[in-house]
DNA sequence: CTAGGATCCTGTCAGC
DNA sequence: TGCTGACAGGATCCTA
């Protein structure tokens, strides 16, 4: 669930409440939530590569979490006064971001706890319904060396046009949908993000890679940034976005969906009904005039 | 090497 | 109501 401009919000979030604060403890309810030694340091930055969240603390030691498809990272701050920089994304004493549910908002730590950090001034709790996403402890040296991280590919705002058409010729067989979604070709694109930016690029997910044409490839490529930068300005998927004005619910997706989860609503540019499909075996949302198979 | 499908896990929802 | 299968904002592993 949480793509790039999510654990980005989540990044910026947690740096204002957690920088210089004291990891002291950590409880570890699901085991498989959590790899390596738990540690106990000041932290000093917090990074991120594609998806990937780092926090750094000074005792040499780093916190690689990956929050996969239902994680969320919840901060509770134990002091009201706390000054953030991210104003709207605060709500309370609580920052929270990640896969959208009521764990937001409610009671923790709850069923789907499954990591609590405690710092010296509030408490970090790592929800996550699926158990996919997990915290790794290791060397802030070797972070660049994790064979995850080091997979990798560009992110799109470091990638040429020329390099991603080379990169898409590599996998001309593969659907574009497929290739955009691997993060060894290019990183930061998920479910949500990838459909967001094929409507924008009028491309159909299910084209093979090597048909689209140079201008596709770079309006694509282009599409990906923007769609991208509009959710982190919007502040991702965070309780902010989550938990209206007015206290009700909403759908975060609101702030700057144009298809997805929008199937059987008009499409915003031809009013045409969207459709959702199964392309490389995900659902897939799109406007079927805007975005004719090739 | 690439391409496609199954798989990890819990929870919810549509359909019978 | 209760059951069943499909599916979910990710990535890896296995197979061809």
């Given at each position: 669930m949480p793509e790039l401009p999510e654990v980005e919000t989540i990044r910026r979030g947690l740096k204002g409440f957690i920088t210089s604060k004291k990891l002291l403890n950590t409880e570890i309810l699901c085991a498989k939530s959590f790899q390596g030694t738990p540690t106990t340091g000041t932290v000093v930055n917090t990074r991120r590569f594609g998806k990937a969240l780092i926090i750094d603390l000074d005792n040499g030691q780093s916190l690689l979490i990956h929050l996969r498809m239902t994680g969320q990272l919840i901060y509770d701050n134990a002091t009201t006064t706390a000054t953030s920089a991210s104003g709207p994304l605060q709500s309370g004493n609580r920052f929270a971001a990640g896969h959208p549910s009521e764990n937001f908002v409610s009671a923790l730590p709850n069923k789907q706890t499954r990591v609590i950090m405690t710092f010296d001034g509030g408490t970090l709790y790592f929800n996550d319904q699926r158990?996919?996403?997990?915290?790794?402890?290791?060397?802030?040296?070797?972070?660049?060396?994790?064979?995850?991280?080091?997979?990798?590919?560009?992110?799109?705002?470091?990638?040429?046009?020329?390099?991603?058409?080379t990169r898409l010729e590599r996998h001309k067989n593969s659907l574009i949908k497929a290739t955009i979604l691997d993060q060894t070709i290019i990183c930061g694109l998920g479910n949500i993000y990838a459909d967001e930016a094929l409507f924008a690029a009028g491309i159909h997910p299910a084209t093979r890679s090597g048909h689209l044409s140079r201008e596709e490839a770079e309006r694509l490529l282009l599409s990906a940034r923007a769609v991208m930068e509009k959710s982190i300005a919007s502040g991702g998927s965070t309780m902010a976005t989550y938990v209206k004005a007015d206290g009700t619910r909403g759908d975060y997706l609101d702030k700057f969906a144009q298809v997805f989860h929008r199937e059987g609503q008009p499409c915003p540019r031809c009013g045409t009904k969207i459709v959702k499909i199964r392309v490389a075996g995900r659902g897939t949302h799109l406007c079927p005039k805007c975005q004719e198979v090739a």
């Open positions: 158990k996919f996403g997990f915290i790794k402890v290791l060397p802030t040296a070797e972070v660049e060396n994790d064979a995850f991280i080091k997979k990798l590919a560009p992110e799109p705002w470091q990638m040429s046009t020329d390099d991603f058409c």
